[in-house]
């Protein structure tokens, strides 16, 4: 049984082919890729840019979304003295109790397959939520006096499928 989830989980990182689009949205241009039977939806629950992934079964899908903001609305300096991840952790676990869900942990990354941007950080938690976990992750990159946020959600039961796709996408991210 073990050998036949190892196949299909080989062929699928495997036969992952990435469709490009880029994205110009007032003046800004950006690239991602997204994996293939994955869909590009703009404008969906008020972000401007989101890749929705398969629904695996039908415990829910992954979803990357890209935001933009000024930097001068969200300055890296804040991130530098490393008060964003102490303030995002309060946030979340105020969100957790408040909603009854458990925090299993947060998490930062070094970031090494995002080596265009000079600026950037990260936060991460990974939760419970109506018994089922999921992975929150953010990346706030600077680019041209611009924040593009990129973040993506994934039900860890389709971490196996999914995450190199994610990883794969957020490490495509150019912007001009």
């Known amino acids: ?33 997204a994996p293939k039977n994955w869909k590009v939806v703009n404008g969906l629950f008020g972000m401007p840019y989101s890749i929705l992934g398969p629904n695996i079964n039908s415990q829910g899908r992954s979803v990357i979304t890209v935001n933009k903001v000024t ?7 804040f991130f530098e003295k490393h008060k964003y ?3 995002y ?26 080596k265009n941007f000079n600026k950037k950080y990260n936060t991460g938690v990974s939760y419970i939520k109506n018994g089922k976990g999921f992975m929150e992750k953010n990346f706030y990159l600077s680019c ?33």
């Open 144 to 176: 041209n006096k611009k924040l593009y946020i990129l973040k993506y959600l994934m039900p860890l039961i389709n971490r196996t499928e999914d995450l190199v796709f994610i990883e794969k996408s957020i490490g495509s991210f150019r912007c001009d």
């Open 89 to 114: 952790k309060k946030s979340k676990q105020k969100w957790a109790d408040k909603t009854g869900n458990e925090i299993i942990r947060f998490f930062q990354d070094d970031l090494e397959n995002l």
């Open 1 to 33: 049984m073990s050998s036949i989830k190892n196949l299909k989980k080989f062929i699928s990182i495997f036969s992952f082919v990435f469709l490009s689009f880029v994205i110009s949205a007032q003046a800004d241009t950006f690239k991602i890729e």
């Open 71 to 77: 930097e001068e609305d969200f300055p890296f300096k």
């Open 85 to 87: 991840f102490e303030s």
